[in-house]
């Protein structure tokens, strides 16, 4: 059993940054890779990024070169660094587990989820 708390979210102004950590219970946090998503009102969860167990990482075309998703495996804790902020960036962030995401990286992948955290960007 894994258990995942979010936190780090909040109202940010565009452009500004926001970093958002994912704290993971269990001696398994190496076992899994690490994905946050996101999800806007009315909208379908989107996977934001992924880190693989190796570190291999996979960003949203919309997010590249502004986010960063990093993970320490000793603190058993993956990380969201946001910059260059965006009204569109607004929604809830999750951040979930899985032993493997596959090509599709489909919400319905996830072995585990944390219980969101709210980021709302302002124009």
């Known amino acids: 059993q894994v258990q995942l708390v979010e936190s780090g979210g909040g109202l940010v102004q565009a452009g500004g940054s926001l970093r958002l950590s994912c704290a993971a219970s269990g001696r398994t946090f190496s076992w899994y890779a690490m994905a946050w998503f996101r999800q806007a009102p009315g909208k379908e969860r989107e996977s934001v990024a992924i880190?693989?167990?190796?570190?291999?990482?996979y960003y949203l075309d919309s997010v590249k070169g502004r986010f960063t998703i990093s993970r320490d495996n000793a603190k058993n804790t993956v990380y969201l660094q946001m910059n260059s902020l965006k009204p569109e960036d607004t929604g809830v962030y999750y951040c979930?587990?899985?032993?493997?995401?596959?090509?599709?990286?489909?919400?319905?992948?996830?072995?585990?989820w944390g219980q969101g955290t709210q980021v709302t960007v302002s124009s």
């Open positions: 880190i693989s167990q190796s570190s291999r990482t």
């Open positions: 979930a587990a899985a032993l493997d995401w596959g090509e599709t990286r489909r919400p319905d992948m996830a072995d585990y």
